[in-house]
């Protein structure tokens, strides 16, 4: 009889473990919403083991463009959204989805183009001079066309630069792409592209394409890291969630977002506000 209940009693604990492994495993994952430059420069990949080593919390990344990344933090998908346009992150916060941006990292765009640069434009650090150039001599321009945080600088540009540009004209292409689909169309057109330094410097199929305009105040890139509003969303990981936004604020983490280099060169430069 003791036996018999051993045997039950053993049961009901396995029975029970397996009933709330999964629960435990939930627990220690987030989602995070974020543009595909901090996937496809590499940066998760590098930083990510790191953080589920010190926590144990493991991260799922959602990389789409920054204003994607956005919409799905407002219905509320995703548990912290981590992107690079200040204006939209703002807003963002305005409208009750976060109650609070935290600044991470900053890099800067490139104007990138064929090293044949048909619009003369290479050498040059003054980016809306060089739109200016270019669509004087509608030489093939890659957009994005995404409403990523990369897309909006873009059209801020071409608005300094007095310039309305439209998918009607022939030589404005844009794929409706991230970082690294629209880099490869320019690659193949041999056409300029905006894009950020980090994915440039991951990206491998570069073809006759190289950096032809930086250095303009303009171009500096800051990202924002906010924690998805759980007074709205009561499912978002209020724990996890907070426990990664203060690990890469951190001297930790930024620390982590400073050794990340490719060949040598630093892609991001942490900048979190005490």
């Not at 409208?95 to 600044?103: Q, V």
Request: glycine residues 10%; proline residues 4%; aromatic residues 10%.
């Amino acid at each position: 009889m003791k036996l018999t209940f051993n045997r039950i009693f053993s049961v009901a604990l396995t029975a029970i473990a397996l009933l709330s492994a999964p629960v435990s495993a939930q627990d220690k994952s987030i989602v995070v919403s974020s543009t595909t430059s901090t996937e496809q420069s590499g940066l998760f990949g590098f930083m990510l083991p790191i953080f589920k080593m010190k926590t144990g919390i493991d991260v799922k990344v959602v990389a789409v463009g920054t204003g994607q990344a956005l919409d799905i933090g407002r219905r509320g998908d995703a548990d912290v959204v981590f992107v690079h346009d200040k204006v939209a992150e703002d807003k963002f916060v305005a409208e009750g989805y976060s109650t609070k941006r935290n600044e991470v990292m900053y890099n800067d765009f490139v104007l990138i183009g064929p090293k044949s640069d048909p619009a003369k434009i290479a050498g040059g650090k003054d980016i809306q001079a060089a739109l200016q150039k270019i669509a004087s001599s509608q030489a093939p321009f890659i957009s994005r066309g995404d409403k990523s945080g990369t897309h909006a600088a873009e059209l801020r540009y071409w608005k300094g630069a007095g310039i309305q540009v439209s998918p009607s004209m022939t030589w404005y292409k844009e794929t409706g792409s991230g970082m690294g689909p629209a880099l490869n169309t320019a690659s193949a057109m041999n056409g300029y592209i905006l894009a950020d330094r980090a994915t440039w410097l991951n990206f491998k199929n570069r073809g006759d394409l190289a950096i032809l305009v930086q250095g303009d105040p303009k171009l500096f890139n800051q990202y924002g890291i906010m924690l998805v509003n759980p007074a709205k969303f009561p499912h978002v990981k209020k724990a996890a969630g907070q426990t990664f936004i203060d690990w890469i604020t951190s001297k930790d983490g930024q620390d982590v977002i400073a050794m990340y280099k490719i060949n040598g060169e630093q892609l991001f430069f942490p900048n979190a506000k005490p």
